[in-house]
């Protein structure tokens, strides 16, 4: 009964949750609903989590690293992205997706929400302008204006992205916090 089920047979989700990861790996942002994006990603997540799993194995256990990469083909279903997940053929001087994130533990996705619940307007715009969100895919410069025909039109559009770069997250100073004694109070 876990996870959502997007008025889909079995079949049917197993798919689309396919497509969208294929989309997602190829493409590295896609415009989708909040609730396909978050069926989507903990399926997203695992499949690079193999990957990276993969990669620390190939120099020194080629089998294991067949299994990964066979696994990722399974559950991908495509040859290509699966190449470029693992950094194989085109991308093998580049890296693959799984190279970028060997530092990283987790968190390898991000959903962003498009709009509110104004008509047309993104989170945090004003009403009056016909906001238009410009983004860059794949070397292309695209466009996409927001603008619905009645209210909660875009509401549940949002940019599902892969987050950039395996950055570690840098660690806040530490505050020492002051000691106050009872005569200053």
Not at 127 to 151: A, D, Q, S, T
Request: aromatic content about 6%; overall charge positive.
């Amino acid at each position: 009964m876990r996870g959502r089920h997007l008025s889909r047979t079995a079949a049917h989700r197993k798919a689309l949750r396919q497509n969208i990861a294929n989309s997602l790996f190829t493409y590295g942002r896609i415009i989708t609903t909040v609730e396909k994006a978050k069926e989507t990603k903990s399926f997203a997540e695992k499949v690079i989590t193999i990957a990276k799993k993969g990669l620390l194995k190939k120099d020194t256990d080629r089998p294991g690293y067949v299994h990964c990469y066979r696994q990722v083909l399974a559950r991908l279903g495509n040859a290509d992205v699966v190449k470029k997940m693992f950094g194989e053929g085109e991308w093998r001087e580049t890296g693959g997706i799984a190279q970028r994130y060997f530092n990283r533990n987790g968190g390898y996705t991000r959903i962003l929400k498009l709009s509110g619940t104004r008509l047309g307007a993104l989170s945090g715009s004003t009403v009056g302008k016909i906001p238009v969100l410009e983004y860059n895919m794949e070397g292309r410069n695209r466009k996409l204006r927001m603008l619905g025909r009645r209210l909660n039109d875009n509401a549940s559009r949002v940019i599902f992205e892969l987050v950039e770069g395996g950055a570690e997250i840098q660690p806040l100073e530490e505050v020492k916090p002051e000691v106050v004694t009872a005569k200053e109070k």
